[in-house]
């Protein structure tokens, strides 16, 4: 819009459709998620899970109420591999296959070292060849949480990150942050940070809990009690990085 056509009464859309007011919530993102929940789609920027970017899920009790959350938007996802990675649990087939998760999508991979982790998390994401990325870590340096963002964004790739809750006041490049904490019926959902104006006040979404999709058994570091459903991924050395690819196993 030429200059001189701009005065007080010019809105921000009119000028560009990815400005907003601090008043309301970003605009502009096209590569949204839908995610199945009509209370939580008003509260999301572009009105779903932004695809290509970084979101942190940070959660009281691993395997309580995350999974619940994203499953919609997982099921919207009708191309590419769901990937599970570190998670805190030996997922629970039967769980997973009775909340809709077809068993030739869901690929586990678990690495025995962060670095290791973190490079996994990296190759799929900048491959772009899978739907979404669900990568349970803690302790992750905000300079490895930047390559991880980018990555995403290259391969446009859904990318939720879950942490502990006691992360929630640490610095993050996510563009979303959501305390998600399992209730009677239901999700509490606070927002940590987003895209525009601040919510102070917690979502409930009423919700049905399934079954609990982890079995609550701790997963051995020692890799050689590992059984032959899992994939353990190791990053390769800097001569085998031209040639190693992921080959993971699916969860059974």
């Known amino acids: 819009m030429p200059l001189e056509h701009i005065n007080a009464h010019t809105s921000l859309e009119a000028l560009h459709p990815s400005l907003w007011r601090a008043s309301q919530l970003a605009r502009g993102l096209s590569d949204v998620v839908a995610c199945g929940y009509p209370q939580l789609s008003q509260e999301l920027p572009g009105g779903g899970w932004p695809a290509g970017a970084l979101i942190e899920l940070l959660i009281d009790h691993p395997g309580s109420a995350e999974l619940q959350l994203v499953r919609p938007a997982l099921h919207a996802q009708k191309h590419g591999q769901i990937v599970f990675l570190q998670t805190p649990y030996q997922p629970h087939s039967d769980a997973l296959l009775q909340a809709g998760f077809s068993r030739q999508r869901l690929l586990w991979l678990r690495s025995q070292k962060l670095v290791d982790a973190l490079w996994t998390a ?16 803690n302790q992750v340096r905000t300079d490895a949480l930047r390559r991880l963002h980018l990555a995403a964004q290259h391969g446009r790739t859904l990318f939720f990150l879950m942490r502990s809750s006691r992360f929630k006041d640490h610095p993050s490049p996510a563009i979303l942050r959501i305390h998600v904490q399992a209730a009677v019926q239901g999700l509490h959902l606070a927002f940590i940070k987003r895209r525009g104006v601040q919510k102070h006040d917690a979502l409930f979404l009423p919700a049905n809990l399934p079954l609990p999709m982890f079995n609550r058994l701790v997963i051995e570091t020692d890799v050689s009690t590992t059984q032959d459903t899992t994939t353990v991924v190791d990053r390769p050395t800097s001569a085998e990085l031209g040639t190693r690819r992921l080959s993971p196993s699916l969860v059974s």
């Open 122 to 137: 990296e190759q799929v994401l900048h491959s772009g060849n899978c739907a979404a990325l669900l990568f349970w870590q």
